[in-house]
């Protein structure tokens, strides 16, 4: 694939090239609707590729990909930030799309309304899309993407993690019309996923020690001083929870691997928090055991987006609360 400089293409108005880089482990269930969703774009099709770093998996995951003309590299460290960051370091496009397997493109013209803002500033290094469901998509799965985080972080950092409501947390610095550009300061940054079709220019190099966490290249972008883009007609679906138990199950997991690990997650961003957040990360347990703060919440959201997946709120909280109670006393009396 013939590959141009980004800031030509800035320059020219000619189109970049661009990749989406996608890690893979069993996907067959999901993964057929996303590259079909890529390999619908509006966008020359010489100057879009798709790459796939596959944990090894064992069902129809890697003949999908070929399906699509995806390449595919292994990720023989299986986790998702691993296939992500071999993923980057094979592309050679201009701007890299990190994607998830789960993710789904509604629109054809996602990739030129993403690449605006890199076309228009040179200051800009990254850009995200508005996460959002479908009307027929899982209720559970539409109240987690109407959060856009875990009851945990929504509580934790509330209009910090949600897009929708930036402009009551942070001072807008350009607001083209096609994008918005915020002040992000380090010590409340905001609650971004990096793949969930998160856009980085090609020469964002992401440190090492930043490689097994989702939001940490994000800080690492607000540390250096680059621009970063909210792009809120650049809508794309999270395929993310089917039911309550899909919840408990990936949920659970993802407490044991915060608590377990030092560099992982939540913990691993520890030095980033505002004593505002510190605070509130220990009132979550009250709030959430309380039900009744968590129902008044989810009475203003339904109020506020018309949708009743938002009473999903009080049970979401009460039982990840329990679950990390829990899972915290076992380590702390059980594994010892």
Sequence with gaps: MEMTSARESINTGILPAVSFVLPTLNAQGYLGRCLKSIRSQDYPSEKL???VADGGSKDDTLAIAAKYACRVIPNPKVLHDSGVSLALGESGADIRFIFAADNELPGRDWVRLMIKPFQ???????AFPSVVSPRQDD??????????????SWFVFHNEADPRLFSKAYK???????????????????????????AVRKDFFRKPENASDDILPVIQMIEEGKKIAYVPGALIYHWHLKGFKSFLKKYGQRIEDNINSR?????????????????????WVIYSLTLVFPVIDALRGVFKDRDAAWLWHPAANLCLAWMVIIKLMRKEFVAR
Excluded at 120 to 125: A, H, L, Q, T
Excluded at 263 to 283: A, M, P, V
Aim: hydrophobic fraction near 30%; aromatic fraction near 20%; charge should be positive.
């Design 49 to 51: 590729e798709i790459i």
């Design 120 to 126: 228009r500033d040179s200051g800009v290094y990254g």
């Design 139 to 152: 209720s559970v799965n539409r109240y987690f993407n109407l959060t856009h985080c875990d009851p945990f």
């Design 172 to 198: 807008i610095r350009d607001n083209s019309g096609d994008y918005v550009i915020y002040d992000f300061p380090i010590k409340r940054y905001p609650m971004i996923g990096f793949s969930q079709g998160f």
């Design 263 to 283: 560099n992982y997650g939540y913990i691993g961003r520890g030095k980033y928090l505002s004593l505002r957040r510190k605070i509130r990360q220990y009132l």
